[in-house]
């Protein structure tokens, strides 16, 4: 089984910035694709971003585009979330999210995807 556990959530004001990131424990050898999502209390969860293996395809959400940035580091298992420009409506719980069965492709659904972290909280607030 793979574990991925995320890193970097905290409180912050409105415009300022968080890395977040992702690390993959397990089968770490294997290939995957990686997406980040959050949920707010009472809200879907909701795509964020997403990368391939090989960091070639991103895919970032309307309502980040320009302020957040996805990115990976295999050699170190990680994936990280670059946030900008922080708005009140960002605050949410943040997952990080891979998938094994493609290296190629983004996914940004969330049923596609087979493995989740536990989630960090990010709060954008005065």
């Known amino acids: 089984q793979v574990q991925l556990v995320e890193f970097g959530g905290g409180l912050v004001q409105p415009g300022g910035s968080l890395r977040l990131s992702c690390t993959v424990s397990g089968r770490t050898s294997s290939k995957y694709t990686t997406g980040w999502f959050r949920q707010a209390p009472g809200k879907e969860r909701e795509f964020v971003a997403a990368i391939n293996w090989s960091g070639a395809r991103t895919q970032h959400a309307d309502s980040v585009k320009g302020r957040f940035t996805i990115s990976r580091d295999n050699a170190k298992n990680t994936v990280y979330l670059q946030m900008d420009s922080l708005k009140p409506e960002d605050t949410a719980v943040y997952y990080c999210?891979?998938?094994?069965?493609?290296?190629?492709?983004?996914?940004?659904?969330?049923?596609?995807?087979?493995?989740w972290g536990q989630g960090t909280q990010v709060t954008v607030s005065s």
């Open positions: 999210a891979a998938d094994r069965r493609s290296i190629v492709e983004v996914i940004t659904s969330a049923s596609r995807y087979t493995y």
